[in-house]
């Protein structure tokens, strides 16, 4: 069992920087792969960023390839997302996930199995 809370959403100018973490619980957070996602009113939720159990490999959505990056604190049992240069399309409910080893994460929702209870960001234009 993996439970996440993540924390550092809020407002935002555009052009703008925030740094959203995702703490989780559980001696096996190393084991793994964990994502972003997020989710507009109205619309389904969507990836934004991966990375997998050891940090090795990140993967993002095309919409925010360059500006946004994903890492992690196997130590700290923390994922981050920074994210620079927003955008007003990116506000949303941002929420972190984790897939089980067997798994390994990737860009569907189906293959995380615990989540947590999401951020808020919001960026002004």
């Known amino acids: 069992q993996v439970q996440l809370v993540e924390s550092g959403g809020g407002l935002a100018q555009a052009g703008g920087s925030l740094r959203l973490s995702c703490a989780a619980s559980g001696r096996t957070f190393s084991t793994y792969a964990m994502g972003w996602f997020r989710q507009a009113p109205g619309k389904e939720r969507k990836f934004v960023a991966g990375?997998?159990?050891?940090?090795?490999?990140?993967y993002y959505a095309d919409s925010v390839k360059g500006r946004f990056t994903i890492s992690r604190d196997n130590a700290r049992s923390t994922v981050y997302l920074e994210m620079n240069n927003l955008e007003p399309e990116d506000t949303a409910v941002y929420y972190c996930?984790?897939?089980?080893?067997?798994?390994?994460?990737?860009?569907?929702?189906?293959?995380?199995?615990?989540w947590g209870q999401g951020t808020q960001v919001t960026v002004s234009s």
């Open positions: 990375i997998s159990s050891i940090g090795y490999n990140t």
């Open positions: 996930a984790a897939a089980s080893p067997l798994v390994g994460g990737g860009t569907s929702p189906r293959n995380y199995d615990y």
